[in-house]
């Protein structure tokens, strides 16, 4: 009788769907409330996203949803560094991401970033924060740099890939 060692481990990963906002019926948008939600408390989270949006129409007269799409390509980083113990150390290796993780990075840059701005209110800072981010010249596309600088410098450990 052969004894069959039982995996912790599997492989099979559940994503959960996420809909489409009811007001642009954008996944997008969708995901960024759900990022931006704090404590389940998701209509907050849905007022302050439509009123930042409702100012980028009215000060811009541009699309609120092509505007945001937008500011999630130019925020997004290329690639992601990932830590791997070799040897008794540790390196930094520099991975290229898809698409998914692309944006989710940068929805993460973009709230993190207005959380830091000094507003009084959230919708004022987001809408700040992502108005600058279209002109390339805001903390998320630093952020997104100091990314990239740190996976160039780390490009020796490339060959230590999982």
């Given at each position: ?12 990963f ?27 408390k ?47 150390s540790?390196?930094f ?19 993190k ?50």
């Amino acid at each position: 009788m052969v004894l069959k060692k039982m995996s912790r481990k599997k492989n099979n990963f559940f994503n959960r769907k996420v809909f489409n906002d009811l007001k642009y019926n954008n996944y997008y948008i969708s995901k960024f409330i759900n990022i931006i939600m704090k404590s389940g408390k998701k209509s907050i989270a849905e007022k302050n996203i439509y009123k930042c949006l409702e100012m980028i129409r009215n000060k811009f007269d541009l699309c609120p949803i092509d505007f945001f799409k937008k500011t999630l390509i130019l925020t997004g980083p290329q690639i992601e560094i990932k830590k791997k113990k070799v040897g008794g150390s540790f390196y930094f290796i520099p991975l290229k991401i898809n698409k998914k993780r692309r944006i989710f990075h940068a929805m993460k840059f973009i709230k993190k970033n207005s959380i830091l701005r000094k507003e009084n209110k959230f919708y004022i800072s987001l809408f700040k924060e992502i108005v600058e981010t279209y002109n390339e010249n805001s903390n998320s596309i630093k952020m997104r740099d100091e990314i990239h600088k740190k996976a160039e410098l780390n490009r020796a450990f490339s060959h230590f890939i999982f």
